[in-house]
């Protein structure tokens, strides 16, 4: 078998140009397969990088939120309702909302300002200059130092900015775990202050962040939460509903799926097309091996080699390929939303597979055919 597979790989690699353009259709089509799917798990990742980043394990909040950035504010009453269930450790407060910022050039920018709890300040950021005691001083605010920091023109300690004709200071520049998704800065500020500087409806609390005492509480919780008419979710829970909301109700799981489907079937055509190409131009050889005694399940395991082996060399320079694009990109682009993930090299992986298995039975119907008479006679 060994001698068998040695002769599969030496004709599979005689022809230069067949095995180039073999190896060039498979690598192309799973670096889109790669490509597309990163950027859709990059995507998903930011979607919810204020889950992660506030780090609470239960998130109260209105049944029709589908996603963190579309909070609906509460009734003050569900802040203390939460805290009397049985199971809570503490529970605290969370203003979210969109404001927008006068710079001292002149300048105007939106960004997203999130009011943590004043007697605790759960979920603040780790700090890189200053210190989190002087968010509690006049018009304190923290910047995340992040890939939109510099839309606040690079501000330092002590910056001034007015918001709604209040006066604003940087007190405190922070770093993140994700970066947000859609070109926003954020800022944080006490709770009291983000409802006193932004303009609110008659409900001011966007959601009620939880920490149960034990995990075995966390049912309860949500059982009682639910019986007051909202919804409690844990932050896994809440980042799946995050992608379920962008999978499935806008555009983009869709184009994502489709561009998907277009690398697949491009990387199909070409591969089997090539590959049946090349085995038209090697029946000969296929005969004189059966002429010679050569078995069917031999032949059959030459050209699976053949097919297994251009396959997964494609798949490892896409992979390759598109790892270095991500990293070029990312480089040049900081905010390039682009992952690779176990997921999405499975996906490629599993449709790889597709592609050499319908490329080996192309090529075995054509070779299991031949007869060394009609080789030997041509």
Not at 264 to 278: C, K, P, R
Request: hydrophobic letters at 45%.
């Amino acid at each position: 078998m060994k001698g068998i597979l040695r002769i599969a790989f030496k004709l599979l690699v005689n022809d230069k140009g067949k095995f180039a353009a073999l190896l060039i259709g498979i690598t192309f089509a799973v670096f889109l397969m790669v490509q597309m799917t990163s950027i859709f798990a990059g995507v998903l990742k930011s979607a919810s990088s204020t889950v992660t980043n506030i780090g609470a394990k239960i998130w109260v909040m209105d049944p029709a939120v589908t996603t963190v950035a579309s909070s609906i504010p509460m009734p003050d009453y569900v802040l203390d309702a939460v805290r009397s269930i049985e199971g809570v450790k503490y529970a605290v407060p969370l203003f979210s909302g969109g404001a927008t910022l006068k710079l001292r050039s002149g300048v105007f920018q939106s960004v997203t300002v999130l009011g943590l709890d004043d007697t605790s300040l759960f979920g603040r950021p780790e700090l890189l200059e200053g210190n989190i005691e002087d968010i509690f001083a006049e018009n304190g605010f923290i910047v995340v130092k992040d890939v939109e920091y510099q839309k606040l023109e690079n501000p330092a300690l002590g910056t001034e900015f007015e918001l709604n004709q209040h006066r604003g200071v940087i007190v405190g520049i922070a770093k993140v775990a994700s970066n947000g998704l859609f070109g926003i800065p954020t800022l944080y500020t006490t709770y009291n202050r983000a409802i006193q500087y932004i303009p609110s409806a008659r409900f001011t609390t966007s959601y009620v962040l939880v920490e149960p005492k034990t995990d075995s509480d966390i049912n309860t919780i949500k059982q009682a939460v639910s019986k007051m008419g909202y919804r409690a979710v844990t932050s896994d829970e809440f980042r799946d509903n995050i992608s379920t909301y962008y999978k499935y109700k806008t555009g983009l799981g869709t184009n994502i799926l489709f561009m998907t489907v277009i690398s697949f079937v491009v990387g199909l055509s070409i591969s089997g097309q090539t590959f049946y190409t090349f085995i038209l131009e090697n029946l000969d050889k296929f005969g004189a091996l059966k002429a010679i005694g050569a078995k069917s399940h031999e032949l059959i395991a030459m050209i699976v080699f053949q097919a297994g082996f251009t396959a997964l060399t494609g798949y490892g320079l896409g992979v390759g390929l598109c790892t270095l694009m991500i990293a070029i990109a990312k480089l040049r682009l900081p905010n390039y939303a682009s992952m690779i993930t176990y997921t999405n090299l499975g996906v490629a992986f599993a449709m790889v597979l597709i592609i050499a298995v319908i490329s080996s039975y192309i090529g075995v119907r054509k070779v299991l055919k031949i007869e060394p008479f009609d080789v030997f006679r041509g």
